[in-house]
């Protein structure tokens, strides 16, 4: 098993800083469901402290997103994730974002990968549970979206490394 505040660290980092936008940043999290519950509320809980802003700032975290028509798509994804999915947690904007485009940095739950119809560049994480002994699944899910650019992996278990490694069809592979 992985490390709890591990994964919230590296967790926060990627999906959120550089607003998502850089190719390699978390989009989905898979997280096995018998620590999903808790591991999910310390992610929650450590988006709170990110700081949105004037990205020429040293204190931001999270900054705008680039245009306004991604600001806009990434807005209408999140409109349909409030119909569809779990909401885990998100961020409100400061007044200071009142200019740019920003968008609210947001996780939420979904039911499987095949939600997603494309990569969607901006800080929004989506979470999908995954039942243990199921590995297996989770990377047919991942190969059948047909890119994968980068995949990270956190555990402690040489085996699950492997597996993954001789599995998962990325381009590039993360352990911890």
Not at 13 to 32: D, I
Not at 129 to 136: H, I, N, T, V
Not at 143 to 169: F, H, K, P
Request: with cysteine; proline share 5%; hydrophobic share 40%.
């Amino acid at each position: 098993p992985a490390q709890p505040e591990q994964v919230s660290r590296s967790v926060i980092a990627s999906p959120f800083q550089s607003a998502g936008q850089r190719c390699p940043a978390l989009r989905v999290l898979f997280v096995q469901d018998d620590v999903a519950d808790s591991m999910l509320e310390m992610i929650a809980g450590a988006m709170q402290a990110l700081t949105i802003g004037d990205p020429g700032e040293l204190v931001t975290q999270v900054g705008p997103v680039i245009r306004d028509d991604s600001r806009a798509a990434l807005q209408a994804h999140l409109d349909e994730l409030k119909s569809k999915g779990r909401l885990l947690g998100e961020i409100d904007l400061p007044d200071s974002a009142a200019r740019g485009h920003f968008i609210k940095p947001s996780m939420y739950e979904i039911k499987s990968l095949k939600e997603l119809d494309r990569e969607h560049f901006g800080p929004i994480l989506h979470v999908v549970r995954w039942k243990s002994g199921e590995l297996d699944k989770v990377i047919e899910s991942i190969n059948a979206t047909g890119y994968g650019l980068t995949l990270g992996l956190q555990s402690r278990i040489d085996t699950t490394r492997q597996y993954v490694e001789a599995n998962a069809r990325v381009g590039n592979l993360y352990v911890n």
